[in-house]
């Protein structure tokens, strides 16, 4: 009896660890906004959906997607095109999953993410091995924006 005690509680013991572990956040589901007929901006969303990001892809015409922006809050210095939303931020034009990731890991009290224009390079507009070095931007409350990772 007493033996059958000790296994009990030692099985109960390692289950009570295993479910104490917290796992890895899940990340939500973008919502890409984007030209039916912009080929960048379906490479950017098979970049994300290759990086493990979850991603649904919405066509939609140019008046639709004006208004997503101005809803978002984004200059039109900070724009690109396709907009992105995930947990209450945008994402802005060609902006790496890394970069997407480590928003959604350390949350700060930000609008959102931009890579404005389109760099060669960036994700999306890959051209072989021309590169344009970039920014990804993250855009503040306010509006003004700071460097939140840097693209050789």
């Known amino acids: 009896m007493h033996r059958r005690f ?3 509680l030692a099985l ?3 289950a009570t660890a295993a479910f104490a572990r917290s796992p890895e956040p899940e990340l939500s589901q973008l919502t890409v906004y984007k030209s039916p007929s912009c080929g960048c901006c379906s490479a950017w969303v098979d970049h994300l959906l290759s990086a493990g990001l979850s991603a649904e892809a919405i066509d939609v015409n140019h008046y639709e ?3 997503v922006k101005v809803r ?3 200059a039109p210095e900070l724009s690109s095109c396709h907009t992105a939303i995930l947990d209450g931020y945008f994402i802005e034009g060609h902006v790496p999953a890394d970069d997407i990731k480590r928003l959604i ?3 700060p009290d930000a609008l959102g ?5 389109m760099p060669i390079g960036s994700p999306g507009m890959e051209m072989g091995e021309e590169r344009e070095p970039f920014d990804t931007l993250l855009v503040l409350k306010d509006g ?3 460097i939140f990772a840097q693209h050789a």
């Open 105 to 107: 890991a350390e949350r």
């Open 12 to 14: 109960g013991s390692l």
């Open 113 to 117: 993410l931009t890579v404005p224009g």
């Open 72 to 74: 978002m809050a984004i």
């Open 144 to 146: 003004s924006t700071e």
């Open 6 to 8: 000790v296994i009990s």
């Open 65 to 67: 997607l004006q208004a």
